[in-house]
């Protein structure tokens, strides 16, 4: 029972990040998944996947209603992404748990110190909360070779790692392809849900993972239902707040899964 308990409130809290930050909210998937319910780190990152898929999915409707997602756009990005993320998921086996615990640490902090960063400056003019990405506003245009580059190198951290990745693409697609921050929000999570479903359905042929349903279907749905509460939460506090305070959570639980990886 108590194994369940955690599985909701886990997911309620990655729902939460999800919704009321525009994305980067998965990536205490992982750790919740390790630390809390006991799964080891390629079975928690195939599991996040999964969590991640359905979520982005979700999310994907609204902001799709909304008219925030850039069809064209986001399926070229992806499309660079796509077999990346398929060689990284069937490979992440391969990778030894202390590696694969450690890079996922490594990206979490990453991630964190961007938050921080981006958290103080200016919003959007457009009305957009700023995301995980926020702050970022001034857009320049690039080669489609960085661009390529740019969603291969998501792909490949979506495949191995099994988070989403939408803090690191909501400012690729602002600064790389000049999107404004509510379309780059939408349109990130097209680019999401289509590598986490290449990665999870290459992981899933490759490598069958034994996963506890009744554990998992609690937190997806726990998860699915959190980031609307998220979203009524972000327009309670100001952009900068979530994330400031997100960012200080997710870099504790990056130094804690470090210090476990290297011991």
């Known amino acids: ?15 939460i990040a999800l919704g009321a930050l525009g994305g980067g909210g998965s990536v205490l998937a992982v750790p919740a998944m390790i630390y809390l319910l006991g799964l080891d780190p390629v079975t928690a990152t195939t599991a996040s996947l999964l969590i991640v ?3 982005s999915l979700t999310a994907l409707a609204r902001h ?15 499309a660079a992404g796509l077999l990346p ?17 450690g890079a996922f640490a490594v990206i979490a902090a990453v991630a964190a110190i ?27 245009r690039v080669s489609p070779v960085r661009a390529a580059g740019a969603g ?3 792909g490949a ?10 803090f690191l693409a909501v400012p690729t697609l602002v600064t790389v392809l ?8 939408g349109t990130s999570l097209l680019v999401i849900a289509v590598n986490s479903v290449a990665a999870l359905t290459a992981r899933l042929a490759t490598t069958p993972t034994a996963l506890d349903w009744a554990v998992l279907g609690p937190f997806a749905g726990a998860a699915i239902l959190g980031a609307w509460d998220g979203k009524r939460l972000a327009g309670k506090l100001s952009g900068p707040t979530l994330q400031r305070l997100f960012a200080v959570l997710l870099l504790g639980v990056a130094v804690f899964m470090l210090v476990d990886a290297v011991r």
């Open 64 to 78: 799709a209603a909304a008219g925030n997602v850039r069809w064209r756009t986001g399926a070229m990005f992806a």
């Open 114 to 140: 961007g938050m921080l960063r981006t958290s103080s400056r200016q919003r959007d003019p457009a009305g957009g909360t700023g995301g995980v990405g926020g702050g970022v506003l001034t857009a320049r």
């Open 152 to 154: 291969a190198g998501l």
């Open 1 to 15: 029972m108590s194994v369940l308990v955690f599985a909701l409130v886990a997911g309620a809290v990655v729902g």
């Open 85 to 101: 993320a398929v060689a990284a998921g069937a490979a992440a086996h391969r990778i030894p748990p202390a590696a694969l615990t």
């Open 53 to 55: 898929a359905a979520t």
């Open 178 to 185: 000049s999107l404004r921050m509510r379309a780059a929000i």
């Open 157 to 166: 951290v979506t495949g191995l790692l099994g988070v989403g990745g939408g």
